[in-house]
């Protein structure tokens, strides 16, 4: 079976993400055709919006299938990543600019990359299952994928506690934080979605939308705001030693197991996709971080600990949060000069 589903139905044009025993995790050849199938069908008259989904019970998309990486990186092969992160960050700039409506299905996990294929759409739908996270510090890396201008957008400072802790949003939290948009029950989703083909209308999602269940993020408001409204990751460690609460609990055990480094620059361009700015900033941000992070950062060793060996403990280049200096920061996030993404491949 093909890793990828695309067709035409109705008036739909329709994307399904088609690995479920990998979760559906998202290969450079699916970033591809997933762009390709944008590119066709943005001035076919008989589209009139597009559908994606995952199959399987599991996960709309668990993430990047990042083996690959981990196996060029091992090889000291530092243009397979790189490649690979223009390529899908120019299909997560092109999905969030695009001119017709995308209803997304974001069923079981979506993680990391399947944030970039799922949240960026005009209409995100969630479910009993749904399992939103951006969970990139736990491997060393930073959110990425446009993910930091979502999480820049979420209320308060709730963003920087996402994006750092990687604690996973159920349809409540998601909604809340800005990650999907209309909470539909999971039963009701094979006929909606031929309704949706049969008459290319998104305003009918509303006829079946009902209200999702309480955001836990509302009443751990007040607490994160306290704590992660720092200008940088010293100031909100600082912050949690003298703050307690159920947020701030959660916060400090998700937060001791990932990368100091990648921590330290994701609170860093969360603030500045907050001042401002498009998709394209907020990506070009990440990519200084992801260019560089094979070769300088905790990545490799992240992948290793988590699915390689799969022994969930990492040796960090830095051993705590105090370890990280400006300097480490500003090596990760420079300007890359002539190596920048060039957004011109977007039109």
């Given at each position: ?46 589209v ?32 397979y ?21 995308i ?8 993680m ?22 951006m969970?990139?510090?736990?491997i ?27 604690d ?21 989703w094979?006929?909606?979605?031929g ?47 003298t703050k307690?609460?159920?947020a ?11 990368a ?19 998709i394209e900033?907020?990506l ?41 200096s ?11 000069g002539?190596?920048a993404?060039?957004?011109e491949?977007?039109?």
């Amino acid at each position: 079976m093909p890793d990828i589903l695309i067709r035409k139905d109705g008036a739909a044009g329709r994307i399904t993400l088609n690995r479920p025993k990998a979760l559906n995790a998202l290969t450079w050849d699916m970033c591809l055709a997933i762009e390709k199938a944008l590119d066709d069908w943005r001035a076919d008259d008989d589209v009139a919006l597009i559908l994606i989904d995952g199959a399987g019970d599991r996960a709309f998309c668990s993430g990047g299938d990042i083996a690959e990486m981990y196996a060029t990186g091992k090889r000291s092969d530092l243009d397979y990543g790189r490649r690979f992160w223009r390529d899908e960050y120019r299909l997560n700039a092109k999905t969030f600019n695009y001119p017709k409506p995308i209803v997304t299905f974001l069923h079981g996990f979506t993680m990391g990359g399947g944030v970039g294929v799922g949240c960026h759409a005009s209409h995100r739908i969630v479910c009993e299952t749904s399992q939103i996270a951006m969970p990139e510090c736990t491997i060393g890396l930073v959110p990425d994928v446009g993910g930091s201008l979502i999480l820049a957008r979420a209320p308060g400072h709730s963003g920087e506690y996402l994006g750092l802790t990687g604690d996973r949003m159920d349809a409540g939290d998601a909604i809340y934080a800005g990650f999907a948009d209309h909470f539909v029950a999971h039963n009701l989703w094979n006929d909606l979605r031929g309704r949706l083909a049969k008459g290319g209308d998104p305003s009918i999602i509303l006829e079946v939308a009902t209200a999702p269940p309480k955001a836990r993020l509302i009443d751990w408001q007040s607490e994160i705001d306290t704590v992660f409204a720092g200008d940088n990751l010293h100031d909100i460690y600082e912050a949690m030693r003298t703050k307690a609460g159920p947020a701030i609990e959660q916060a400090r055990k998700l937060m001791d197991r990932n990368a100091p480094l990648a921590m330290a620059v994701g609170a860093q361009i969360i603030k500045a996709a907050r001042l401002g700015g498009s998709i394209e900033s907020a990506l070009d941000r990440e990519f200084r971080y992801t260019y560089r992070c094979v070769a300088q950062g905790d990545f490799i060793e992240g992948i290793r600990a988590a699915i390689i060996d799969r022994d969930r403990n990492p040796a960090w280049q830095h051993q705590s949060w105090r370890d990280v200096s400006e300097k480490d920061v500003l090596q990760m996030t420079a300007p890359l000069g002539d190596q920048a993404l060039q957004w011109e491949e977007t039109s």
